[in-house]
């Protein structure tokens, strides 16, 4: 890890975690809000981890799944269990809404579902009687907050068993993209009333084989540090709403008791661009890459019912063999910073059960293993599900547009730790998110490690900072003087030469006053030249000439008269005090002999607005204010806002 990436972590970890007593003591900012999850597997695809709610007034309990699209809570209502069905089909998708028996249900129209209509789950049936009502979190006795005016889908469809929480802040809007009547999210209730610090959440789906069953988790504000390790890796949003938590797949490889690192990913189509959504179960991939898959661990397709049936051999096979299949993440499709998520065999091994082929008229399933594989049709549906959200915990900040995936860990009996995500625009408030637009989401450290620096450590931090940057200019500076001082000292040596009047001295010989050195106590001094015209200079032992060869003789001595070297050109003897002052060393004066000009190397060294899909207006402080209370153990209601009349169309927008 880079030393700049390593302090712009450690500097934006600035507030710890809250601890056992400030949690029970009275806070005046928001904190972050964990959604208690129901204790049962649910699903006919499963199974999966979901959370309770409570609806209507008075409160009936109802089990969902997290959809990280949605925006809505469905339910399921009388017609999504007929005559024929199952006598556990009640429980079995999650209990039944009655919205009649609901003194605050306002009906506002029945719309289609359009609810991942990409992947072909709605159709010209899927109806949804659409209206406001009381949604609390938990349940009866132990629930949370209960918000006014929430928007309620009652369905019927088996394209959806369970009902399902739209987590997205995301406004609905059922009369149209110029309406002003949008209807803020749950989500959005909880920041606009100050319950929450900001429109973010962390969630991971949970994991039925892991541990004691390991149950999802879902915070709003914030997120559980002790259920993940930080990939310190982020993720920018989508340019389209409906698929704002984009990504790029760059490899897939497993690994098995024979085999290591074998890729499922082919060169076509490469690295591509998926969405994560717990809406659906299953991955959804290029056909390309499903095959490769079929290659590597037996699967077949079957093409009536749309699933990877596995039968009795093939599990055991499979189960054997355990194979561990890793996907790598990033913000681009090649290069950066990446994550790896693996799921083992176990997070595929799920099981098809009633209601599966019933929305496409094929007889039901009753139980039926199967691998939790889809093949997509076009880009647009590649989706990473539920499968994928067993292993991974996502953390998703609204306001600064961009999210990060990390791997999930297990450790039985960890204790819960919440960390808030502060508003971009909050004053005051101080979060390992940070508070600028350029935030980048990076996960607080586990519990048991600090996450606050004193104000000694980070003024050294800075300190060291400075150092780190100036000693290698000072370096550089020193090493640059010292190279502009031997050069002055040549030239003044050069200067100082005599040479007698009508005889050029040849080209090789002046070019090598360059490397000219001076010998300390010495009885000569001589410039290394050219071994074609030797230069002798004088010295007090031989004042009667200085020679050189000729130009075009070079075997012919020409000798100055003596008489014409003048006292004043005798080279100074070495002097050490003045050496000193350009940073001599202790090598200089521990070797006799050395020159005092060195032949050395002298280099150096040296985003808060949303925009929602639905293109809804947004709405106002006030209208959302008066529509929320705090219940507690289902206390008498009231709504103290009336929803006005909207006028309803044919499909939600």
């Known amino acids: 890890m880079s030393l700049a990436w390593s302090l712009a972590g450690v500097l934006s970890l600035t507030r710890l975690a809250p601890s056992h007593a400030s949690r029970n003591a009275p806070r005046t900012d928001p904190q972050p809000l964990s959604v208690p999850p129901?204790?049962?597997?649910?699903?006919n695809d499963g199974p999966w981890s979901g959370f309770e709610l409570r609806v209507g007034n008075p409160s009936q309990n109802v089990d969902v799944f997290v959809s990280t699209t949605g925006s809505e809570t469905f339910v399921v209502v009388p017609g999504g269990c007929q005559p024929g069905d199952p006598q556990t089909c009640p429980s079995d998708r999650g209990n039944i809404f009655q919205s009649n028996s609901s003194k605050s249900w306002d009906f506002k129209g029945n719309y289609t579902l359009s609810l991942q209509a990409n992947l072909g789950l709605d159709s010209s049936y899927d109806i949804a009687s659409y209206g406001l009502d009381d949604l609390g979190l938990g349940w009866q006795g132990g629930g949370l907050f209960t918000l006014h005016n929430q928007t309620i889908a009652g369905t019927t469809t088996t394209d959806f068993w369970v009902g399902l929480f739209g987590i997205s802040p995301y406004p609905t809007n059922l009369t149209g993209f110029n309406s002003n009547d949008s209807i803020p999210t749950y989500l959005q209730t909880l920041k606009t009333t100050n319950v929450v610090p900001s429109l973010s959440w962390g969630y991971t789906g949970g994991a039925q084989y892991r541990l004691k069953q390991a149950l999802a988790s879902l915070t709003f504000g914030g997120y559980d540090t002790s259920l993940f390790d930080p990939s310190f890796v982020s993720f920018d949003f989508g340019t389209d709403n409906t698929r704002d938590?984009?990504?790029?797949?760059?490899?897939?490889?497993?690994?098995d008791t024979i085999h290591v690192d074998v890729p499922l990913l082919p060169l076509d189509p490469g690295p591509f661009l998926t969405f994560i959504d717990s809406t659906v179960p299953a991955i959804w991939l290029p056909l390309a890459a499903c095959q490769t898959f079929e290659k590597a661990f037996g699967l077949i397709w079957n093409d009536t019912y749309g699933y990877y049936f596995v039968d009795g051999a093939l599990h055991d096979t499979l189960t054997a063999s355990n194979p561990s299949i890793s996907f790598t993440l990033a913000n681009t499709a090649n290069g950066g910073p990446t994550v790896n998520i693996t799921l083992p065999y176990a997070a595929f091994d799920k099981n098809l059960s009633y209601g599966i082929g019933l929305s496409s008229d094929l007889p039901s399933i009753d139980s039926q293993?199967?691998?939790?594989?889809?093949?997509?049709?076009?880009?647009?549906?590649?989706?990473?599900?539920?499968?994928?959200?067993?292993?991974?915990?996502?953390i998703t900040d609204y306001e600064r547009k961009n999210?990060?995936?990390?791997?999930?860990?297990?450790?039985?009996?960890?204790?819960?730790?919440?960390?808030?995500?502060?508003?971009?625009?909050a004053t005051g408030c101080i979060s390992p998110m940070?508070?600028?637009?350029?935030?980048?989401?990076?996960p607080a450290p586990k519990p048991g490690t600090k996450s606050t620096l004193a104000s000694g450590?980070?003024?050294?931090?800075?300190?060291?900072?400075?150092?780190?940057?100036?000693?290698?200019?000072?370096?550089?500076?020193v090493r640059h003087r010292r190279s502009y001082i031997k050069a002055e000292r040549v030239n003044s040596r050069m200067a100082n030469i005599s040479i007698w009047p009508g005889h050029g001295l040849p080209e090789e010989a002046c070019k090598a006053h360059r490397h000219i050195q001076e010998v300390d106590s010495s009885p000569i001094g001589e410039m290394s030249g050219s071994a074609t015209f030797p230069v002798q200079l004088y010295d007090e032992g031989n004042a009667e000439k200085v020679e050189y060869y000729g130009e075009d003789q070079q075997d012919q001595v020409y000798e100055l008269p003596a008489e014409m070297v003048s006292q004043r050109q005798q080279p100074r003897p070495f002097d050490r005090s003045r050496r000193s002052r350009h940073g001599s060393t202790g090598q200089d004066s521990a070797i006799s002999g050395l020159s005092e000009l060195s032949d050395g190397d002298d280099s150096g060294i040296l985003r808060p607005t949303l925009s929602h899909h639905r293109k809804a207006s947004k709405v106002s402080e006030k209208s959302i204010v008066s529509d929320v209370s705090t219940l507690r153990d289902d206390g008498p209601t009231s709504s103290s806002a009336s929803p006005g009349v909207v006028s309803p169309i044919q499909e939600t927008h």
Do not use: M
């Open 38 to 43: 129901s204790e049962s597997f649910l699903g």
């Open 403 to 425: 999210f990060s995936v990390n791997p999930c860990i297990w450790n039985q009996g960890a204790e819960q730790n919440l960390v808030p995500i502060c508003s971009i625009d």
């Open 457 to 477: 450590a980070l003024a050294g931090t800075v300190v060291g900072l400075v150092l780190i940057i100036s000693i290698p200019l000072v370096i550089l500076w």
């Open 245 to 255: 938590l984009s990504l790029y797949i760059q490899a897939i490889r497993y690994t």
């Open 369 to 394: 293993r199967y691998f939790p594989l889809h093949r997509a049709a076009n880009d647009t549906q590649y989706t990473l599900g539920k499968t994928f959200l067993q292993e991974a915990y996502i």
């Open 434 to 442: 940070g508070s600028g637009p350029q935030a980048v989401p990076i």
